[in-house]
């Protein structure tokens, strides 16, 4: 999927992730929410023919973020477990180096909660996976302020639509999202 995805291409990529990675049932969320579905991350972020496209877009989106904000991103970020081959993939095609912030800190080695390099006063931009209040991207926006940098964008794969773009946009972060809920065919 180039740059310029056709509207057909995102809704067959939207389609597809909808085929392989929504579950129906009763679901608690990280949120601690109950859900009806559960749009399991792992079941497409692990799927090359997903996540090619998907880096294609988040590209996209990207560059239309730091437009937008007329900034330069210096670093994209990505939190454990499931950010993490989404940042890399979009850290592949754009070119753009990345992080990854763990959720908790490691009781052994560095001791870090931010893996790689992050210098203080670069504009990151976080790739989320899934997106319902927005906790666990606010969370790792935090980590990256606390390294002296600035969070100026998270972008979702998915918005569940419940609450994470007012959350972000609260903490005057930019957001934004590849897909929501009723691109991928979900209506309650």
């Known amino acids: 999927m180039e740059a310029t995805a056709s509207r057909s291409d995102r809704e067959k990529l939207a389609s597809e992730i909808a085929?392989?990675?929504l579950l129906r049932g009763t679901f608690t969320l990280r949120s601690g929410r109950t859900s009806s579905y559960y749009l399991d991350k792992y079941l497409f972020s692990t799927r090359p023919e997903v996540l090619k496209p998907l880096a294609d877009l988040f590209a996209v989106e990207i560059a239309g973020v730091a437009s937008r904000l007329g900034v330069r991103v210096d670093r994209l970020?990505?939190?454990e477990l499931g950010g993490i081959p989404l940042v890399t993939a979009a850290s592949m095609k754009t070119g753009l180096p990345c992080v990854?912030?763990?959720n908790q800190k490691k009781?052994?080695?560095t001791a870090k909660r931010l893996e790689g390099v992050l210098n203080a006063g670069e504009a990151v931009v976080i790739v989320e996976d899934v997106a319902t209040t927005g906790g666990q991207a606010l969370e790792a926006a935090g980590v990256i302020r606390e390294s002296g940098a600035r969070a100026v964008a998270?972008?979702?794969t998915i918005d569940r639509q419940e609450g994470a773009r007012e959350a972000i946009e609260r903490a005057g972060i930019a957001f934004s999202a590849l897909f929501t809920k009723a691109d991928l065919g979900i209506h309650e």
């Open 107 to 109: 009781d052994y080695g």
């Open 19 to 21: 085929r392989v990675a």
């Open 100 to 102: 990854f912030v763990r």
């Open 154 to 156: 998270i972008i979702a």
């Open 77 to 79: 970020a990505g939190a």
